[in-house]
């Protein structure tokens, strides 16, 4: 009895120890069904209206900064599939094309997602944060 006893201790403990490791872990779990996101570009300040919003059924929608833009999305684990994405062909002016090419390549190229907080991070298949998006609040 004394040696099942310090077992079920030992086990406790263990277990203890990988449930406050879980918790103590930065990375939250990614969920991205019905969430809306901006583009944060360092040397970009004016995204015009460029954002993405992942739907509950795998679709994909938004907006370039200056073309809506609508395609398909997968997402197990941290692992992303964002596209082919359909666009319209409107002329971007005052720099939006920057922008567009920036945004819609990051999204299609990306292989991995990371969500810390209210900032989602895209990452190209070399392990390179290629996109950082903040969420939308849901009064904008």
């Known amino acids: 009895m004394l040696i099942l006893g310090i077992v079920m201790k030992k086990i406790l403990v263990i277990a203890g120890f990988f449930i406050a490791l879980a918790a103590c872990s930065d990375v939250e ?13 360092q040397d970009i300040k004016d995204t015009g209206n460029a954002f993405v919003r992942f739907g509950d059924d795998g679709r994909v929608n938004g907006s370039s ?10 997402l197990t684990g941290d692992q992303i599939t964002i596209g082919p994405l359909a666009m319209t062909r409107m002329a971007c002016l005052d ?14 190229k990306a292989t991995k997602a990371s969500l810390e907080g209210l ?3 895209l990452y190209d298949s070399d392990g390179r944060k290629i996109l950082e998006l903040q969420k939308a609040s849901s009064n904008e």
């Open 119 to 121: 900032t989602l991070s």
């Open 65 to 74: 900064g200056c073309n809506m833009m609508q395609g398909g999305f997968t």
């Open 29 to 41: 779990k990614v969920t991205l069904a019905g969430s809306e996101w901006k583009p944060v570009f």
């Open 95 to 108: 720099g939006l094309g920057i922008v567009q090419q920036r945004f819609v390549g990051a999204l299609e």
